[in-house]
């Protein structure tokens, strides 16, 4: 077995553009439900949205800063329409309420009905809207090896992706780690624990909720972009099993802390790898056919997913003393 | 695509009109009988060989004439023109006529009115002649409905009940009439197809509920989401389809079966899984990110050892019944029954017995569950085996409902589900039954006033503005604050 | 200044629904039904400014109800009151904390996964730092947040709590939970503070010495409303004693006077409160009888309540 | 009614094997961390034991550590001299005993009546016999029964739990704060009633802030205070000595005693 | 140098690396029941070409990596990665055009060749140089489709499809003939597909469909058709009513009642069916039951394996720039196999390489300039037999 490539692979997936954008959507999640205790099943939509947000746009010819703008104000706009009805209803409700709102998102997109915006079920094709955020790369064309790491210097799944992509997961980081230990991320940490409690000391708790809300939101619609930015817009690729590897890396990373998000990303995206390289690697197929060892991957990645959440259930950087207090 | 799309909207009212409704029925049934007739052992050979065959030198110019009744317009005279020559041909007995060109290009097929069985005109003269695009191997074809004109030019021109017409439907067999709800009327939306499909919603909306009562009862004792529960649903067809079709078991026996190992999964499950999770006190959402990896390998198990096409638990078509305007299955009533008495049951045991009522208790606050002498973990062990037989039974019951189940025919159901049991209220038994079948009519229903491939939008639409009403769920109520 | 709002309560006049001279709160038919029976329905309450004034009444009276009410957790059938003037009805709870009414739950809420201290300075007010813009500053709010913690630490010495200040809350046991709780509550220095049953479950002792604290608030010009079922507490610092039975107010005047009404004590205070129980005489067919009338007198006055709720 | 007239056991009588013994009893919640450090506790047949001390001395840790709710990490819990240490709650009320928490002590989305039935889940056919006797004792629970315990007041909810554990008919009652929340008219009839309760023979633990009360009715007390036991004695030692009043009951009850005497005395 | 190229070709032993080929199949996920023959396509050019002798004297390579669906983008992301850093020089894939279109800027901007056996959306014609496929364009089988309705006399169509790039193209053209001819497209237009990931439309779409009276119906699925049929048939709709296309033509004799399909007819790219090619693909899977793009994937093997060795160099580029020319743009002797074609290019001669799904030589936008269609029809026993074919051009 051919070691050296792979853990060359597994160890690209730890600064991959994908493990940046699931970074950023689970910083994001991770105000929702980490600071707040909003129940967000629906990060996919808000990325979706930005996504649908910055591609449309830049295709109208918008530079790029206005698509990124569009983008983020159509997060904004989702969040404000999601929030103002729904986060007055208990937790579980809003859980549902999102991953319903998300589906539509992506029901809508793909429909037959938008063909010429969304481009329906088939999307948005990259080349149609990469060049502007490729052409502000300043690495220029072809491609460089950094040791083992060889990618194309600006187009499509390239170093400036990378720079970018993992710029701004610090900056989202920064500015968690901010909010953490303030005031106002303490008045979010008391909403998750008991809203009434926080209502009686006088902070407006429909309003934090809604900040919240909007800012993960808006972190998630920028996971979209960075996430399309290497691939395609496909509405298909946005939907539940997107929020749910979002919700898995930031349990998995340990929630409502400033590194869990980022570490839970680079952890499962090298894992699902390693499994699935490994796997193709050592399992001759006269003894499984090409689509069981797949498939037998999966087995594996599900299996192993169980076992790091129940030997470490508080995740990787979580706190093990939280968990003792019982909260049901 | 808009010009196209009235053109069709034209056709389809002209289809409503009331002047014409009668022989556009008449039209469509003799129609439809002689399809019948026609498709019979042998027929389509027979047809067939009369038929030119294109080749790579060789392209087909084609079409089928039939008087406004449905019988085919015999000897009816075309001319066709274009690179080729020019080509006469008539229309054969079953109203058929081909012509094999040897030149690409554009032909126009002109057909000879006065050739036109007695009292037949165009519905539409202003298509005579048409132009056909041809390529040399290819087939291409040419219609000229006959019937009445649309356009206002021949109001009267030849109506068909002039008597020399052959009366309709000779070939004998009623067509599709009786059997297939809706054509009573000339298409698009009407009551018959409302009850139809709000009878079909009914179904799924029940065993939509029995599917996912024990999400709901699993979530009420717990307070744990279990999104690996659409799996259940799937190992209950599965298993079905493996006791009818591997084992060729009779469809009932393999059922119990089916139902009776998916509820073992459940107590195995709990006793394997959640129990030594509940007893290390691991959090509600750790053990929800447990229940996500346990799905994605259920998926993939079932993907490994069945594949990942549609399994047929039974090989039969469904047999039918017509209850007043609605066709529906024996099976679908039969299920019906089934889960209708599987959710009574369920819903009894939960209200009236003690150990129902120890289920709610341990749901509110185990720890005082055991200090009343409650076992707990008992409970919570009877709970999942209970929660998944159902689930496995729904399972068995969907995959005959939908005809064929799958790997991931409980994952495409989950959201229905997590959306049907909270629509009732979390946690409550009928609260799950109540807000499937609104699900379950919203889901059947709603491509009466909205893009079908946006259905389930439609569906979750109404979940949020329910919330938005009753945030406590059609069932469920309101906390006490202080 | 005390003694100045004291001597005004002399002259008010001993009845359930009595004017006061410096009412900071005042209350006009608030009703609150939940199916066919009344919890609330209190047709005037006055509060006088500066005072600690003690709300009594038996168990299910609709003492909690009223607050979560007055405070804006539960929306009234109806009714009208206003704090300092304005009126509050239908403002939303958060709304009527920062307008200086602040109040606690019988049920503690502690926020069990933070840490006491954070517990605390949540309870604080002007906090800029509360504000998402002004939170990635912390120039901006390290020196209030400096006092906060002080004040913080100063309140949690006095409740018993310092030492357990960076130990999570939902570790905290019943009785250091309502400790928290009324601690919290008092982070903001509001104008008034509600206690709902404050001293349930506290030690004893430790009650006796935050008994002086609630009265230097009160000579600070806080005003006190708590409900209590410890006659000792409500005789020793309440200045005005307010009973609600069945949802309605049915007595109002100083401890020493209320506590004497035979309606009061019938109803409420039973005759045994200053009687060793340690008697075996207690255990007579007397004393069970006696008891049990008063009991059923209590229940029984919440029938009728219930009954007459039927009838129209 | 009739009037228990049968020799109390008290504090002086070791020769008696215990029933419920722990000794040297360490619990806690968080790894590491000891609530309980070494607390002893014996209850003989027919006992009424009071304990009181500090908040958050540890008295509802040993309660629920006594009861299997948290995991005693040394020391033995024996009842009738079986070892019983970390047995699981529902098999302890199998054998007879009773607990009430302090917080949490109803199911809130059951109603009244069904929280009762769930006190005689063990011993379904006894419902209806025991119901009626405990709507004697608290008639307002019985006009109410088909109301959710989640929706009702503070004392009402107590008086719901404390009947739920008398449900059960059992032989040996753990009550936490039984007290906390009534009115003081129920708080009496609370402490009368369990004394009466104990004297048909059930041994009785009582954890209680409404310490004076406590002690005048127990046969022994317990003093608590950190995780051991600071003092044990007879109900009435404990309630005149002058470390104990000062550091856990303080003077509160009797200075306003002696300053107002303007109470209608005992009949 | 294209003249060059022929005549130079000594035929093996030089110093090129080994041709590498990557296949990127949906092996899991939903539409991983259309894997196993893709593979089998594949694996059967593999052989057949090592067995000729391999490209430019070596064995061809093969790396299976996972494609997955749309629903779970990062898979395909993965393997593209994997079979990157073991320098494919070619790779195989995707089935579904999402999937191509998430991976297509990564794959095509390293200079691999990506040639699909199944992509059908119009979105994807002369998307890069290195894009190729072997899927005939939904023009030729819709068109054929449309016709093989319009000459059964049928007026008033119902399509019942899904709302994917698949089933939207490929009803898209037929609706356009059959409207052209004068037929009416009752149902199934714009708006009124249904949504892929959802099995319970079946009751609801069919009871749509009928209510237009159609007296033909067009299912347009993959392996959902399943689900679809027996609630047609139970609506007393007849097989002969029924209309099936190349994504669910497949032998239906283990799931469905006999009878059920008796009349159905459907349209499969391709010349008549090639028995044999049955049988060697069931030398490389014996569990294969459907044969659905195998003889596409097959040929992508067998252009890009010929391409090589016609530019004597296994780079992508090198192959890139000999993909049409193998395929018969530009003229050239017809041959039908790897070996064949291999002797016609040692010679100096230039080929067209007779593909087996009959897909014929790419055009500009590097998709095939025509194709054959097949028209098959069902008999009692729900199997399918060919009874005619028709040829088209873009
Ligand atoms: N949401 C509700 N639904 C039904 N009844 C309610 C609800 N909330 C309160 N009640 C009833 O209203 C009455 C008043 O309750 P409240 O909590 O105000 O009593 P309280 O005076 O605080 O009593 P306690 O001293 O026992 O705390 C009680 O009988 C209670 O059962
Ligand atoms: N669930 C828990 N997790 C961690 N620590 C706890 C927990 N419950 C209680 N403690 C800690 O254990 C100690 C004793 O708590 P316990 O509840 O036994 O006190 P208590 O004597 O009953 O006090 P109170 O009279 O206030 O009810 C307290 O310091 C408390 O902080
Ligand atoms: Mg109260
Ligand atoms: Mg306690």
């Given at each position: 077995?051919?070691?050296?490539?792979?853990?060359?692979?597994?160890?690209?997936?730890?600064?991959?553009?994908?493990?940046?954008?699931?970074?950023?959507?689970?910083?994001?999640?991770?105000?929702?439900?980490?600071?707040?205790?909003?129940?967000?099943?629906?990060?996919?939509?808000?990325?979706?949205?930005?996504?649908?947000g910055?591609?449309?746009?830049?295709?109208?010819?918008?530079?790029?800063?206005?698509?990124?703008?569009?983008?983020?104000?159509?997060?904004?706009?989702?969040a404000?329409?999601?929030?103002?009805?729904?986060?007055?209803?208990?937790?579980?409700?809003?859980?549902?309420?999102?991953?319903?709102?998300?589906?539509?998102?992506?029901?809508?997109g793909?429909?037959?009905?938008?063909?010429?915006?969304?481009?329906?079920?088939?999307?948005?094709?990259?080349?149609?809207?990469?060049?502007?955020?490729?052409?502000?790369?300043?690495?220029?064309?072809?491609?460089?090896a950094?040791?083992?790491?060889?990618?194309?210097?600006?187009?499509?799944?390239?170093?400036?992706?990378?720079?970018?992509?993992?710029?701004?997961?610090?900056?989202?980081?920064?500015?968690?780690?901010?909010?953490?230990?303030?005031?106002?991320?303490?008045?979010?940490?008391?909403?998750?624990?008991?809203?009434?409690?926080?209502?009686?000391?006088?902070?407006?708790?429909?309003s934090?909720?809604?900040?919240?809300?909007?800012?993960?939101g808006?972190?998630?619609?920028?996971?979209?972009?960075?996430?399309?930015?290497?691939?395609?817009?496909?509405?298909?690729s946005?939907?539940?099993?997107?929020t749910?590897?979002?919700?898995?890396?930031?349990?998995?990373?340990?929630a409502?802390?400033?590194?869990?998000?980022?570490?839970?990303?680079?952890?499962?995206?090298?894992?699902?790898?390693?499994?699935?390289?490994?796997?193709?690697e050592?399992?001759?197929?006269?003894?499984?056919?090409?689509?069981?060892?797949?498939?037998?991957?999966?087995?594996?990645?599900?299996?192993?997913?169980?076992?790091?959440v129940?030997?470490?259930?508080?995740?990787?950087?979580?706190?093990?003393?939280?968990?003792?207090?019982?909260?049901? | 695509?808009t010009?196209?799309r009235?053109?069709?909207?034209?056709?389809?009212?002209?289809?409503?009109?009331?002047?014409?409704?009668?022989?556009?029925?008449?039209?469509?049934?003799?129609?439809?009988?002689?399809?019948?007739?026609?498709?019979?052992?042998?027929?389509?050979?027979?047809a067939?060989?009369?038929?030119?065959?294109?080749?790579?030198?060789?392209?087909?110019?084609?079409?089928?004439?039939?008087?406004?009744?449905?019988?085919?317009?015999?000897?009816?005279?075309?001319?066709?023109?274009?690179?080729?020559?020019?080509?006469?041909?008539?229309?054969?007995?079953?109203?058929?006529?081909?012509?094999p060109?040897?030149?690409?290009?554009?032909?126009?097929?002109?057909?000879?009115?006065?050739?036109?069985?007695?009292g037949?005109?165009?519905?539409?003269?202003?298509?005579?002649?048409?132009?056909?695009?041809?390529?040399?191997?290819g087939?291409?074809?040419?219609?000229?409905?006959?019937?009445?004109?649309?356009?206002?030019?021949?109001?009267?021109?030849?109506?068909?009940?002039d008597?020399?017409?052959?009366p309709?439907?000779?070939g004998?067999?009623?067509?599709?009439d009786?059997?297939?709800?809706?054509?009573?009327?000339?298409?698009?939306?009407?009551?018959?197809?409302?009850?139809?499909?709000?009878?079909?919603?009914?179904?799924?909306?029940?065993?939509?509920?029995?599917?996912?009562?024990?999400?709901?009862?699993?979530?009420?004792?717990?307070?744990?989401?279990?999104?690996?529960?659409?799996?259940?649903?799937?190992?209950?067809g599965?298993?079905?389809?493996?006791f009818?079709?591997?084992?060729g078991?009779?469809?009932?026996?393999?059922?119990?079966?089916?139902?009776?190992?998916?509820?073992?999964?459940?107590?195995?499950?709990?006793?394997?899984?959640?129990?030594?999770l509940?007893?290390r006190?691991v959090?509600?959402?750790?053990?929800?990110?447990?229940?996500?990896?346990?799905?994605?390998?259920?998926?993939?198990?079932?993907?490994?050892?069945?594949?990942?096409?549609?399994?047929?638990?039974?090989?039969?078509?469904?047999?039918?019944?017509?209850?007043?305007?609605?066709?529906?299955?024996?099976?679908?009533?039969?299920?019906?029954?089934?889960?209708?008495?599987?959710?009574?049951?369920?819903?009894?045991?939960?209200?009236?017995?003690?150990?129902?009522?120890?289920?709610?208790a341990?749901?509110?606050?185990?720890?005082?569950?055991?200090?009343?002498?409650?076992?707990?973990?008992?409970?919570?062990?009877?709970?999942?085996?209970?929660?998944?037989?159902l689930?496995?039974?729904?399972?068995?019951?969907?995959?005959?409902?939908?005809?064929?189940?799958?790997?991931?025919?409980?994952?495409?159901?989950?959201?229905?589900?997590?959306?049907?049991?909270?629509?009732?209220?979390?946690?409550?038994?009928?609260?799950?039954?109540?807000?499937?079948?609104?699900?379950?009519?919203?889901?059947?229903?709603?491509?009466?006033?909205?893009?079908?491939?946006?259905?389930?939008?439609?569906?979750?639409?109404?979940?949020?503005?329910v919330?938005?009403?009753?945030?406590?769920?059609?069932?469920?109520r309101?906390?006490?604050?202080? | 200044?005390?003694?100045?709002?004291?001597?005004?309560?002399?002259?008010?006049?001993?009845?359930?629904?009595?004017?006061?001279?410096?009412?900071?709160l005042?209350?006009?038919?608030?009703?609150?039904?939940?199916?066919?029976?009344?919890?609330?329905?209190?047709?005037?309450?006055?509060?006088q400014?500066?005072?600690?004034?003690?709300?009594?009444?038996?168990n299910?009276?609709?003492?909690?109800?009223?607050?979560?009410?007055?405070?804006?957790?539960?929306?009234?059938?109806?009714?009208?009151?206003?704090?300092?003037?304005?009126?509050?009805?239908?403002?939303?709870?958060?709304?009527?904390?920062r307008?200086?009414?602040?109040?606690?739950?019988?049920?503690?809420?502690?926020?069990?996964?933070?840490?006491?201290?954070e517990n605390?300075?949540?309870?604080?007010?002007?906090?800029?730092?509360?504000?998402?813009?002004?939170?990635?500053?912390?120039?901006?709010?390290?020196?209030?947040?400096?006092?906060?913690?002080?004040?913080?630490?100063?309140?949690?010495d006095?409740?018993r709590?310092?030492?357990?200040?960076?130990?999570f809350?939902?570790?905290?046991?019943?009785?250091?939970?309502?400790?928290l709780?009324?601690?919290?509550a008092?982070?903001?220095?509001?104008?008034?503070?509600?206690?709902?049953?404050?001293?349930?479950?506290?030690?004893p002792?430790?009650?006796?010495s935050?008994?002086?604290?609630?009265?230097?608030?009160?000579?600070?010009?806080t005003?006190?409303?708590?409900?209590?079922?410890?006659?000792?507490?409500?005789?020793?610092?309440?200045?005005?004693?307010?009973v609600?039975?069945?949802?309605?107010?049915?007595?109002?005047?100083?401890?020493?006077?209320?506590?004497?009404?035979?309606?009061?004590?019938?109803?409420?205070?039973?005759?045994?409160?200053?009687?060793?129980?340690?008697?075996?005489?207690?255990?007579?067919?007397?004393?069970?009888?006696?008891?049990?009338?008063?009991?059923?007198?209590?229940?029984?006055?919440?029938?009728?309540?219930?009954r007459?709720?039927?009838?129209? | 009614?009739?009037?228990?007239?049968?020799?109390t056991?008290?504090?002086?009588?070791?020769?008696?094997?215990?029933?419920?013994?722990?000794?040297?009893?360490?619990?806690?919640?968080?790894?590491?961390?000891?609530?309980?450090?070494?607390?002893?506790?014996?209850?003989?047949?027919?006992?009424?034991?009071?304990?009181?001390?500090?908040?958050?001395?540890?008295?509802?840790?040993?309660?629920?550590?006594?009861?299997?709710?948290?995991?005693?990490?040394?020391?033995?819990?024996?009842?009738?001299?079986?070892?019983?240490?970390?047995?699981?709650?529902?098999?302890?009320v199998?054998?007879?005993?009773?607990?009430?928490?302090?917080?949490?002590?109803?199911?809130p989305?059951?109603?009244?009546?069904?929280?009762?039935?769930?006190?005689?889940?063990?011993?379904?056919?006894?419902?209806?016999?025991?119901f009626?006797?405990?709507?004697?004792?608290?008639?307002?629970?019985?006009?109410?029964?088909?109301?959710?315990?989640?929706?009702?007041?503070?004392?009402?909810?107590?008086?719901?739990?404390?009947?739920?554990?008398?449900?059960m008919?059992?032989s040996?009652?753990?009550?936490d704060?039984?007290?906390?929340?009534?009115?003081?008219?129920?708080?009496?009839?609370t402490?009368?009633?369990?004394?009466?309760?104990?004297?048909?023979?059930?041994?009785?633990?009582?954890?209680?802030?409404?310490?004076?009360?406590?002690l005048?009715?127990c046969?022994?007390?317990?003093?608590?205070?950190?995780?051991?036991?600071?003092?044990?004695?007879?109900?009435?030692?404990?309630?005149?000595?002058?470390?104990?009043?000062?550091?856990?009951?303080?003077?509160?009850?009797?200075?306003?005693?002696?300053?107002?005497?303007?109470?209608?005395?005992?009949? | 140098?294209?003249?060059?190229?022929?005549?130079?070709?000594?035929?093996?032993?030089?110093?090129?690396?080994?041709?590498?080929?990557?296949?990127?199949?949906?092996?899991?996920?939903?539409?991983?029941?259309?894997?196993?023959?893709?593979?089998?396509?594949?694996?059967?050019?593999?052989?057949?070409i090592?067995?000729?002798?391999?490209?430019l004297?070596?064995?061809?390579?093969?790396?299976?990596?996972?494609?997955?669906d749309?629903?779970?983008?990062?898979v395909?992301?993965?393997?593209?990665?994997?079979?990157?850093?073991?320098?494919?020089?070619?790779?195989?894939?995707?089935?579904?055009?999402?999937?191509?279109?998430?991976?297509?800027?990564?794959?095509?901007?390293?200079?691999?060749?990506?040639?699909?056996?199944?992509?059908?959306?119009?979105?994807?014609?002369?998307?890069?140089?290195?894009?190729?496929?072997?899927?005939?364009?939904?023009?030729?089988?819709?068109?054929?489709?449309?016709?093989?309705?319009?000459?059964d006399?049928?007026?008033?169509?119902?399509?019942?499809?899904?709302?994917?790039?698949?089933?939207?193209?490929?009803?898209?053209?037929?609706?356009?003939?059959?409207?052209e001819?004068?037929?009416?497209?009752?149902?199934?237009?714009?708006?009124?597909?249904?949504?892929?990931?959802?099995?319970?439309?079946?009751?609801?779409?069919v009871?749509?469909?009928?209510?237009?009276?159609?007296d033909?119906?067009?299912?347009?699925?993959?392996?959902?058709?399943?689900?679809?049929?027996?609630?047609?048939?139970?609506?007393?709709?007849?097989?002969?009513?029924?209309?099936?296309?190349?994504?669910?033509?497949?032998?239906?004799?283990?799931?469905?009642?006999?009878?059920?399909?008796?009349?159905a007819?459907?349209?499969?790219?391709?010349?008549?069916?090639?028995?044999?090619?049955?049988?060697?693909?069931?030398?490389?899977?014996?569990?294969?039951?459907?044969?659905?793009?195998?003889?596409?994937?097959y040929?992508?093997?067998?252009?890009?394996?010929?391409?090589?060795?016609?530019?004597?160099?296994?780079?992508?580029?090198?192959?890139?720039?000999?993909?049409?020319?193998?395929?018969g743009?530009?003229?050239?002797?017809?041959?039908?196999?790897?070996?064949?074609?291999?002797?016609?290019?040692?010679?100096?001669?230039?080929?067209?390489?007779?593909?087996?799904?009959?897909?014929?030589?790419?055009?500009?936008?590097?998709?095939?300039?025509?194709?054959?269609?097949?028209?098959?029809?069902?008999?009692?026993?729900?199997?399918?037999?060919?009874?005619?074919?028709?040829?088209?051009?873009?």
């Open positions: 077995m051919d070691w050296e490539r792979i853990l060359t692979l597994v160890a690209g997936e730890l600064f991959a553009p994908t493990t940046a954008a699931y970074a950023l959507a689970a910083i994001g999640l991770n105000i929702h439900f980490g600071l707040t205790g909003l129940l967000n099943f629906g990060q996919a939509g808000f990325m979706l949205l930005g996504a649908y910055f591609a449309v746009s830049t295709i109208a010819g918008y530079p790029i800063w206005l698509a990124v703008l569009v983008a983020v104000a159509c997060s904004v706009i989702f404000l329409i999601l929030g103002i009805p729904t986060l007055k209803l208990r937790g579980d409700y809003l859980a549902i309420v999102t991953i319903a709102a998300a589906e539509i998102v992506r029901i809508v793909r429909s037959t009905a938008l063909t010429d915006v969304t481009g329906a079920s088939s999307g948005l094709r990259g080349d149609s809207y990469k060049a502007t955020f490729q052409a502000l790369s300043p690495l220029g064309d072809g491609s460089t950094l040791g083992p790491f060889s990618y194309s210097n600006s187009s499509s799944n390239s170093w400036w992706l990378r720079i970018v992509g993992w710029l701004l997961v610090a900056l989202a980081c920064v500015l968690v780690w901010r909010l953490l230990r303030s005031p106002w991320g303490r008045v979010l940490k008391g909403i998750r624990e008991d809203e009434d409690a926080v209502r009686s000391l006088g902070k407006n708790v429909y934090y909720k809604m900040q919240a809300l909007v800012l993960g808006v972190i998630g619609s920028i996971a979209g972009i960075i996430y399309v930015l290497p691939r395609a817009v496909q509405p298909d946005m939907g539940r099993p997107m749910f590897w979002v919700w898995t890396i930031l349990l998995l990373g340990g409502a802390t400033v590194f869990g998000p980022v570490i839970g990303s680079m952890v499962f995206w090298a894992v699902l790898m390693l499994i699935k390289t490994v796997m193709r050592v399992v001759p197929s006269t003894v499984l056919r090409a689509e069981q060892i797949e498939q037998f991957g999966w087995i594996i990645v599900g299996v192993t997913l169980m076992l790091l129940i030997f470490r259930p508080q995740g990787m950087l979580g706190d093990k003393k939280e968990l003792a207090i019982n909260v049901r | 695509m010009g196209r009235s053109q069709v909207r034209r056709a389809t009212s002209m289809d409503r009109s009331p002047l014409t409704r009668a022989t556009v029925l008449a039209a469509l049934a003799a129609m439809l009988g002689l399809v019948l007739a026609t498709v019979g052992p042998g027929g389509t050979a027979a067939q060989t009369v038929a030119c065959a294109p080749d790579s030198g060789t392209a087909c110019i084609t079409g089928t004439l039939r008087t406004s009744a449905g019988q085919p317009a015999v000897g009816v005279a075309l001319e066709v023109a274009g690179p080729g020559g020019e080509q006469q041909v008539t229309s054969g007995p079953d109203g058929r006529w081909s012509l060109v040897t030149e690409a290009g554009q032909y126009t097929v002109t057909l000879d009115e006065a050739t036109l069985p007695a037949e005109t165009l519905r539409d003269p202003a298509n005579n002649p048409r132009t056909v695009t041809v390529s040399l191997g087939v291409a074809a040419a219609l000229f409905p006959l019937g009445t004109p649309t356009g206002p030019a021949a109001p009267s021109g030849g109506a068909t009940g008597g020399d017409a052959p309709p439907a000779t004998g067999e009623p067509g599709l009786n059997t297939v709800p809706g054509t009573a009327s000339g298409g698009g939306v009407n009551w018959d197809r409302v009850a139809q499909q709000a009878s079909a919603g009914l179904v799924f909306g029940t065993l939509l509920a029995l599917a996912s009562v024990g999400l709901s009862l699993i979530f009420g004792t717990t307070g744990l989401s279990n999104f690996a529960h659409g799996e259940q649903v799937s190992l209950g599965i298993l079905a389809y493996v009818t079709q591997l084992v078991l009779p469809l009932l026996v393999s059922g119990a079966i089916a139902v009776a190992l998916a509820a073992a999964s459940g107590y195995l499950q709990d006793a394997a899984i959640w129990g030594p509940r007893k006190r959090g509600m959402t750790q053990q929800l990110i447990v229940t996500i990896g346990l799905a994605v390998t259920l998926q993939y198990v079932f993907q490994f050892f069945f594949g990942a096409g549609s399994l047929r638990i039974v090989r039969s078509n469904p047999e039918t019944v017509a209850l007043g305007p609605i066709l529906i299955t024996q099976q679908s009533l039969i299920s019906l029954g089934i889960a209708a008495a599987a959710l009574g049951g369920v819903s009894y045991f939960l209200v009236a017995t003690r150990v129902g009522r120890a289920t709610r341990v749901s509110d606050n185990p720890a005082l569950a055991a200090a009343s002498g409650i076992g707990v973990d008992g409970i919570v062990r009877m709970v999942w085996t209970i929660g998944a037989g689930a496995g039974l729904g399972g068995v019951l969907m995959g005959l409902y939908l005809n064929a189940t799958a790997w991931n025919m409980g994952s495409t159901l989950l959201l229905l589900m997590f959306a049907a049991v909270t629509l009732g209220g979390l946690g409550t038994a009928f609260g799950a039954l109540a807000g499937s079948i609104v699900i379950g009519l919203v889901v059947e229903l709603s491509n009466l006033v909205i893009p079908s491939d946006m259905r389930y939008a439609g569906a979750l639409v109404i979940l949020i503005l919330l938005l009403f009753r945030p406590q769920g059609i069932l469920g309101a906390e006490r604050v202080g | 200044m005390s003694a100045e709002t004291l001597a005004a309560l002399q002259g008010v006049e001993r009845v359930p629904g009595s004017l006061k001279p410096d009412a900071i005042v209350a006009d038919d608030v009703t609150r039904h939940f199916g066919g029976m009344t919890a609330v329905d209190v047709k005037h309450l006055e509060i400014r500066g005072t600690i004034t003690a709300l009594i009444g038996p299910g009276a609709g003492k909690t109800t009223l607050f979560n009410l007055l405070t804006g957790f539960d929306k009234p059938n109806s009714g009208t009151w206003s704090f300092e003037g304005r009126p509050l009805a239908g403002v939303p709870a958060a709304k009527v904390s307008s200086g009414m602040v109040r606690t739950f019988q049920l503690t809420k502690a926020l069990s996964r933070m840490t006491v201290m605390m300075r949540l309870g604080a007010t002007e906090q800029p730092g509360e504000n998402l813009a002004r939170a990635l500053v912390p120039p901006i709010w390290r020196p209030r947040e400096r006092e906060i913690t002080a004040q913080a630490e100063e309140l949690l006095r409740f709590l310092l030492d357990k200040k960076d130990d809350a939902g570790s905290l046991s019943g009785g250091q939970r309502k400790l709780e009324m601690a919290r008092l982070m903001s220095k509001p104008t008034m503070v509600m206690l709902d049953e404050p001293m349930a479950g506290v030690n002792a430790l009650t006796q935050l008994l002086s604290h609630i009265q230097a608030l009160r000579d600070q010009g005003t006190v409303l708590f409900v209590e079922h410890d006659m000792h507490m409500v005789r020793h610092i309440s200045d005005w004693v307010a609600m039975a069945e949802g309605r107010l049915v007595a109002e005047g100083p401890p020493s006077t209320v506590m004497t009404d035979p309606a009061v004590v019938d109803a409420y205070l039973g005759a045994h409160h200053d009687t060793d129980l340690g008697d075996d005489s207690v255990l007579s067919d007397e004393v069970a009888t006696r008891l049990e009338a008063e009991v059923a007198a209590e229940d029984e006055q919440a029938e009728r309540a219930a007459l709720e039927e009838k129209p | 009614m009739t009037t228990a007239t049968q020799n056991p008290t504090a002086g009588q070791p020769t008696r094997d215990p029933l419920l013994r722990a000794s040297g009893l360490v619990a806690g919640y968080l790894p590491g961390v000891n609530i309980l450090n070494g607390c002893d506790l014996d209850v003989y047949p027919g006992e009424l034991i009071g304990i009181i001390g500090p908040n958050g001395a540890g008295k509802s840790t040993l309660l629920k550590a006594l009861f299997g709710l948290v995991s005693v990490r040394s020391g033995t819990v024996t009842l009738k001299g079986e070892d019983i240490t970390n047995h699981r709650a529902d098999s302890l199998h054998r007879g005993v009773g607990f009430v928490p302090q917080n949490d002590n109803v199911f989305s059951l109603t009244i009546e069904e929280n009762l039935q769930m006190g005689s889940y063990q011993a379904p056919k006894r419902f209806a016999e025991r009626e006797a405990i709507v004697d004792l608290f008639p307002t629970l019985g006009d109410r029964r088909k109301q959710r315990a989640g929706s009702l007041s503070g004392g009402e909810r107590q008086m719901v739990a404390m009947a739920r554990a008398l449900m008919e059992p040996v009652l753990l009550l704060e039984p007290s906390a929340g009534l009115s003081p008219v129920r708080q009496d009839e402490f009368i009633r369990t004394r009466k309760i104990n004297r048909t023979g059930v041994s009785i633990i009582m954890v209680e802030q409404n310490a004076r009360r406590c005048q009715i046969d022994r007390g317990y003093v608590l205070d950190q995780g051991r036991n600071a003092y044990t004695a007879t109900g009435r030692e404990l309630m005149h000595d002058p470390k104990v009043i000062e550091l856990y009951l303080g003077t509160l009850a009797a200075d306003v005693e002696s300053a107002g005497k303007d109470v209608p005395p005992l009949a | 140098d294209e003249d060059g190229s022929g005549t130079d070709t000594t035929g093996g032993g030089t110093d090129a690396q080994p041709l590498i080929v990557g296949s990127l199949l949906p092996q899991t996920g939903s539409l991983a029941f259309l894997g196993p023959p893709e593979i089998a396509g594949v694996d059967l050019a593999i052989q057949e090592n067995e000729a002798g391999g490209v004297g070596q064995d061809v390579e093969i790396v299976h990596a996972d494609s997955s749309a629903d779970n983008a990062e395909a992301t993965q393997s593209v990665a994997d079979l990157m850093s073991q320098d494919v020089q070619v790779v195989v894939g995707a089935a579904s055009s999402s999937v191509t279109l998430n991976v297509l800027d990564d794959i095509t901007g390293a200079e691999i060749v990506q040639i699909s056996p199944a992509n059908t959306a119009t979105a994807l014609s002369g998307a890069s140089p290195f894009y190729f496929r072997t899927a005939p364009s939904d023009l030729v089988q819709g068109a054929a489709l449309g016709n093989l309705i319009l000459q006399g049928r007026a008033n169509v119902a399509f019942l499809v899904f709302n994917d790039d698949y089933g939207i193209t490929l009803r898209d053209v037929a609706k356009r003939t059959i409207e001819a004068g037929g009416t497209v009752v149902y199934g237009n714009e708006g009124e597909e249904f949504d892929p990931a959802s099995d319970d439309v079946v009751a609801s779409a009871t749509a469909a009928l209510s237009t009276n159609p033909a119906i067009v299912v347009i699925a993959f392996d959902q058709t399943k689900l679809i049929v027996p609630a047609l048939a139970s609506a007393g709709v007849p097989g002969s009513m029924m209309y099936f296309v190349d994504g669910n033509l497949a032998d239906y004799s283990a799931d469905f009642e006999p009878g059920t399909l008796e009349g007819k459907g349209t499969l790219p391709g010349k008549a069916a090639d028995e044999s090619f049955r049988e060697r693909l069931l030398e490389v899977n014996s569990g294969l039951t459907d044969f659905s793009y195998a003889a596409e994937s040929d992508a093997v067998i252009l890009a394996a010929l391409a090589a060795v016609r530019g004597e160099g296994t780079d992508g580029p090198t192959i890139q720039e000999n993909m049409a020319a193998v395929s743009a530009e003229g050239g002797e017809e041959c039908a196999s790897f070996a064949e074609c291999v002797d016609l290019l040692e010679a100096g001669d230039d080929i067209a390489y007779q593909a087996v799904s009959a897909a014929g030589p790419f055009n500009e936008d590097n998709d095939p300039s025509s194709a054959w269609v097949g028209i098959y029809t069902f008999g009692p026993d729900n199997k399918y037999t060919w009874t005619s074919e028709v040829f088209g051009e873009l």
